[in-house]
């Protein structure tokens, strides 16, 4: 087995890539891609499902994943009201709220890296029970999932009122 700070050297730069990546999509113009909306609506209540299920035992935990998903669906709102929305013909583009993606993104890897780091720390994974049973894991997992759920549901929203208002001009303009 390899000793884990190898591990440790050989994963950082992809992590840094992906947290690179991750962030200059949240500030930049993005297009609009119904599929990738609709994916985000089922995954993160599928991956909310399968904590609660896990984390039944540590009702504090869950508790904490619901005050954090009830703070995402707020910070989701604000994020929508924020984001900038533009129709070029067919084709829907947004510019998302940048400041408060950023912070919900930075917030989660934080946590996820200080769990990381428990485990180098501690030379072996932790065990299942205590990602699951982690009051403040889950609560910032919420806050994530709120807000990605929320804000996925805005775009879809948005893209319908405006298809809906493109289809009504034409028949206007008769």
């Known amino acids: 087995m390899l000793p884990t700070p190898v ?18 999509r949240l500030t930049t113009r993005q297009r609009s891609k119904t599929w990738r909306h609709r994916t985000t609506l089922v995954f993160f209540p599928l991956l909310l499902l399968l904590l609660a299920a896990a984390s039944l035992q540590a009702p504090i935990a869950l508790a904490g994943m619901g005050a954090g998903l ?8 604000i994020g929508s009201k924020g984001t900038r929305f533009e129709q070029q013909g067919d084709e829907y583009y947004f510019t998302p709220n940048a400041p408060i993606g950023m912070l919900v993104a930075l917030l989660f890897l934080s946590r996820m890296g200080y769990r990381a780091y428990q485990v180098l720390e501690a030379n072996g994974p932790l065990a ?8 403040l894991t889950l609560c910032i997992f919420g806050v994530l999932a709120g807000y990605y759920m929320t804000f996925a549901a805005g775009l879809l929203a948005w893209r319908k009122r405006a298809a809906a208002v493109t289809a009504a001009a034409p028949a206007t303009a008769q």
């Open 128 to 135: 299942h029970h205590e990602f699951v049973s982690s009051p």
């Open 70 to 77: 009830a703070v995402g669906v707020i910070l989701g709102r």
């Open 7 to 24: 591990v440790a050297a050989v994963l950082a730069p992809f992590v840094l890539w992906r947290v690179y990546s991750r962030i200059k």
